[in-house]
């Protein structure tokens, strides 16, 4: 690696750095939209979610930021912060469920019914007090607005009626230093438009509300062949790139675990974020994107799967530390189109596993994260756990 002209001591420093967000509900009953299988040990609560993603930050040295879904993790929050709090975790962003309430099957922010718009500001307001409450850095704002049939809606007035609910929102935020990130989707549940169907969509509405509004990008919400790492350098270069939800995926929003389907897909994204952080004019801004897993574990082992999902963000974002810039550059501008390919390739085919051993040695942590971890006791007991 240091024949490649890569700063290995560098590549350490920034894996050090690295926040990688870790949800709530990746612990718990889950599952596809059809049928959610329960597996023994599931946590049944927000304070067993947080000892499950305990578990994930122990073993990997990331994942000490936990990501909370309201309604789904409803409680006491005081007692939460002090819980979280007491084992030296954190709250990362907090995501919102406007959809699950039969007012919403035609709309929520955007709905023609004055009543039910502000009755979803009032969630959105909510979920804003418990962002303060915990101490989380930002909010997720995803809708379920749109249409299944064309005529259905009228495009202009459920954009103005959007755009007037998610400044409602948005002025909640006050001077509190929190992201208001707009996260779009491509389709589903409405099949003939989204309301915010795609980056450019999200991105409007993130410049119309201001400093703090930005943009969440989901790898699974995009159109087949979608380049999602050009978007990701488009969004770092505007100051608009809030947060993703890092997931794969082979047929839509799949949800699956990060970097089991396409890993350079996964790289190449990596690549831009340590791109952003190389470029003084972008480091500042690249740095507060909140980097959170957003996975669905059907028949997949909860702490486990979770803890392969941060393992492989970190050899994706090992590899892109190792990319030698500044020949990377040199080739591009000469317009060796091989040669600079080559640059990335030579990254993505480097075995990190000594670089990932190394600094997780500095960290205290010995052993593989996955085979440490089903050995372990907690391991064994939280099958048996109530």
């Known amino acids: ?18 926040v990688i967000e870790v949800p709530s509900w990746g612990f718990s009953n889950s599952g596809t939209r059809f049928y959610s299988f329960g597996q023994k040990g599931d946590a049944t609560d927000f304070f067993q979610r947080v000892d499950d993603c305990e578990q994930v930050w122990k073993y990997t040295g990331n994942g000490r930021d936990i990501c909370m879904h309201i309604p789904w993790d409803e409680c006491d929050f005081k007692a939460a912060r002090q819980y979280v709090e007491g084992k030296k975790m954190a709250f990362g962003t907090l995501n919102t469920n406007l959809f699950q309430d039969n007012d919403f099957a035609l709309g929520t922010l955007a709905n023609s019914e004055r009543r039910i718009r502000e009755k979803t500001i009032a969630k959105l307001i909510h979920c804003l007090d418990v962002v303060k409450a915990v101490g989380a850095k930002s909010i997720n704002v995803w809708t379920i607005d749109g249409s299944n049939i064309p005529g259905q809606n009228d495009f202009r007035q459920r954009r103005k009626w959007m755009l007037e609910s998610l400044a409602e929102g948005y002025r909640h935020i006050g001077d509190d230093d929190i992201s208001y990130n707009i996260e779009y989707k491509l389709f589903e549940p409405s099949f003939y438009h989204n309301e915010i169907a795609d980056w450019g969509t999200a991105l409007y509405y993130a410049r119309k509300l201001g400093d703090k509004a930005k943009v969440t990008v989901d790898l699974g919400h995009h159109a087949f062949g979608t380049n999602v790492a050009q978007i990701v350098s488009m969004l770092i270069d505007e100051g608009k790139l809030g947060a993703f939800h890092l997931n794969d995926n082979n047929c839509g929003d799949d949800d699956l675990i990060p970097g089991t389907i396409n890993p350079f ?3 190449a994204i ?14 500042e801004v690249t740095r507060k994107v ?14 486990e799967a979770m803890i392969l999902s941060v393992v492989n963000l970190q050899i994706a974002y090992a590899k ?46 010995e052993g593989d994260p996955y085979t440490s971890y089903i050995s372990s006791e907690y391991c064994k007991k939280r099958k048996d756990r109530a």
């Open 1 to 18: 690696m240091e024949d490649r002209g890569v700063d290995v001591e560098l590549a350490l420093r920034e894996l050090s750095k690295l």
């Open 265 to 267: 897909r996964l790289f």
């Open 270 to 283: 990596e690549s831009e974020m340590v791109a952003g952080l190389l470029d003084p004019e972008t480091e």
């Open 290 to 303: 909140r980097q959170g897993i957003d996975t669905s574990f059907c028949i997949e082992p909860r702490v």
């Open 320 to 365: 892109a530390l190792l990319v030698n810039r500044t020949e990377l550059k040199k080739r591009q501008m000469d317009n060796d189109v091989l040669g600079a390919n080559q640059c990335l390739m030579d990254a993505y085919n480097t075995d990190v596993t000594p670089l990932l051993t190394e600094w997780r040695a500095r960290q205290g942590i």
